[in-house]
């Protein structure tokens, strides 16, 4: 009896991991035909900062969807593993290096300019010719690298810090700033702080999640403020989605922030709409 149940379970068991298999399979195929078929958009989240009483827009950070033309939208957090077991990653990375740098092409014909940040999953770094291929889309859109920062995923850097530590400095040679995202969630986090060439530190959201319930979240985020006032690494709050969170974070002295309290994600043509970014849009082409 015992021997059929656990027959039974495995049977189950092969079932759904096959079925998992052939979804991963049918979106990495489908995922190389995205490209071509402009299947990926860019959102755009506004960063803010609070500078003299008020708070104000000082960058954007692009975040990629995928419209599958029969899934519909797939959000990144479904994709990117899959991207990144396939090795795909790296085309999407370039894929969105260059169309922020388009995009801040536009903007700056219009007058505007931003600095903007975009996510990068590390483990390709090195390969697939990402060096040559990003130099060659910041010459051909002659974009200042000083314009762009890239966002890695602090799990990365554990897999190997000399890697990684050389894969920054060579981001940093063109002058683009590195920040680390998910800041805390790892056991090592501070060994990178000590290590690593960073500009900034992204305090993770679950954290922020806990003001106002958790003394824990709110005494690790109070540390973290300390520890980057005694150093040159800037701080950010990301997932600020309440008025409670984002007081707490001020009287605290942190000034920069993202979330759902100030803008959510938003395509180009909806920043563009912004007041306080002073687009002009009284001509509709
Ligand atoms: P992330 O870089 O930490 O981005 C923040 C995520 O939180 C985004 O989800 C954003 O839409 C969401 N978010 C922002 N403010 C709030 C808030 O106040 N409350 C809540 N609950 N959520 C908020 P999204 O766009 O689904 O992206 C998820 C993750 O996927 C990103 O986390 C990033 O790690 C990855 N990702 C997104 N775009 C790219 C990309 O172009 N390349 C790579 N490699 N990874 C990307
Ligand atoms: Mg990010
Ligand atoms: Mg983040």
Same mark, same amino acid.
């Given at each position: 009896?015992?021997?059929?149940?656990? +027959?039974? &379970?495995?049977? $189950?068991? =092969? !079932?759904?991991?096959?079925? @998992? #298999?052939?979804?991963?399979?049918?979106?990495? /195929?489908?995922?190389?035909?995205?490209?071509?078929?402009?299947?990926?958009?860019?959102?755009?989240?506004?960063?803010?900062?609070?500078?003299?009483?008020?708070?104000?827009?000082?960058?954007?950070?692009?975040?990629?969807?995928?419209?599958?033309?029969?899934?519909?939208?797939?959000?990144?957090?479904?994709?990117?593993?899959?991207?990144?077991?396939?090795?795909?990653?790296?085309?999407?990375?370039?894929?969105?290096?260059?169309?922020?740098?388009?995009?801040?092409?536009?903007?700056?014909?219009?007058?505007?300019?931003?600095?903007?940040?975009?996510?990068?999953?590390?483990?390709?770094?090195?390969?697939?010719?990402?060096?040559?291929?990003?130099?060659?889309?910041?010459?051909?859109?002659?974009?200042?690298?000083? +314009?762009? &920062?890239?966002? $890695?995923? =602090? !799990?990365?850097?554990?897999? @190997? #810090?000399?890697?990684?530590?050389?894969?920054? /400095?060579?981001?940093?040679?063109?002058?683009?700033?590195?920040?680390?995202?998910?800041?805390?969630?790892?056991?090592?986090?501070?060994?990178?702080?000590?290590?690593?060439?960073?500009?900034?530190?992204?305090?993770?959201?679950?954290?922020?999640?806990?003001?106002?319930?958790?003394?824990?979240?709110?005494?690790?985020?109070?540390?973290?403020?300390?520890?980057?006032?005694?150093?040159?690494?800037?701080?950010?709050?990301?997932?600020?989605?309440?008025?409670?969170?984002?007081?707490?974070?001020?009287?605290?002295?942190?000034?920069?922030?993202?979330?759902?309290?100030?803008?959510?994600?938003?395509?180009?043509?909806?920043?563009?709409?912004?007041?306080?970014?002073?687009?002009?849009?009284?001509?509709?082409?």
């Amino acid at each position: 009896k015992a021997k059929e149940n656990g +027959k039974n &379970s495995f049977a $189950i068991f =092969e !079932k759904e991991n096959h079925s @998992n #298999i052939k979804k991963e399979f049918d979106l990495t /195929n489908d995922m190389i035909l995205a490209i071509n078929n402009n299947e990926f958009k860019l959102f755009y989240q506004p960063k803010m900062e609070y500078i003299d009483g008020k708070v104000v827009i000082v960058g954007l950070e692009a975040l990629i969807r995928w419209f599958h033309p029969q899934k519909g939208l797939i959000y990144p957090d479904v994709f990117i593993p899959i991207a990144e077991r396939s090795g795909y990653i790296s085309n999407i990375f370039l894929w969105v290096l260059n169309e922020v740098c388009n995009q801040l092409k536009k903007w700056n014909s219009k007058g505007k300019d931003f600095n903007i940040s975009i996510n990068f999953s590390a483990q390709r770094f090195g390969q697939d010719n990402i060096y040559t291929n990003m130099s060659k889309i910041l010459e051909n859109t002659k974009i200042d690298p000083k +314009k762009i &920062s890239i966002e $890695i995923d =602090e !799990k990365y850097l554990a897999k @190997n #810090i000399e890697t990684s530590i050389e894969m920054l /400095n060579y981001m940093k040679s063109f002058g683009i700033n590195i920040t680390i995202d998910h800041f805390g969630i790892n056991y090592s986090s501070l060994n990178y702080l000590r290590s690593l060439p960073v500009n900034g530190m992204k305090v993770d959201m679950s954290f922020i999640n806990g003001i106002g319930s958790n003394t824990k979240d709110e005494a690790i985020i109070v540390a973290l403020i300390e520890l980057c006032k005694g150093t040159d690494i800037d701080i950010i709050a990301e997932g600020v989605e309440t008025k409670e969170q984002y007081d707490f974070l001020i009287a605290h002295d942190l000034k920069k922030m993202q979330g759902y309290y100030f803008y959510k994600p938003m395509q180009a043509e909806d920043i563009e709409k912004i007041p306080e970014l002073g687009f002009d849009n009284s001509v509709e082409d």
